[in-house]
Nanobody, 126 residues
Framework: VQLQASGGGLVQAGGSLRLSCAAS????????LGWFRQAPGKEREFVSA????????YYADFVKGRFTISRDNAKNSVYLQMNSLRPDDTAVYYC????????????????????WGQGTQVTVSS
């Protein structure tokens, strides 16, 4: 099972990036998919998660109104549209999957996941 994240890069403050994460090896239609990030010298933190049918979406407070998560089960993929990027959004972004529905979100926000992607670097310059 693999989660392959892509779409990171260097962008100026106020700019946008769209991260993608493609899953392979199994179907993730019954999984919550999410994004985490880890900045240099900091612990990994929860960013956003979406249930299998998209009926529940969760965001960390620091990205509300700026980031949008979505998924395409036909493509076994999850996306993170990041707008109004700030220098403190600089981090390695990881996608993750946890089997279940909205009841697994609380544990997922603390870092629990069944599968992790390899990460993609996002750098926001001031």
């Amino acid at each position: 099972v693999q989660l392959q994240a892509s779409g990171g890069g260097l962008v100026q403050a106020g700019g946008s990036l769209r991260l993608s994460c493609a899953a392979s090896g199994r179907t993730f239609s019954s999984y919550v998919l999410g994004w985490f990030r880890q900045a240099p010298g900091k612990e990994r933190e929860f960013v956003s998660a979406i249930t299998w049918n998209g009926d529940r979406i969760y965001y960390a407070d620091f990205v509300k109104g700026r980031f949008t998560i979505s998924r395409d089960n036909a493509k076994n993929s999850v996306y993170l549209q990041m707008n109004s990027l700030r220098p403190d959004d600089t981090a390695v972004y990881y996608c993750a999957a946890r089997e279940g529905a909205d009841w697994v979100i609380p544990s997922m926000t603390t870092g629990r996941a069944d599968y992790w992607g390899q990460g993609t670097q996002v750098t926001v310059s001031s």
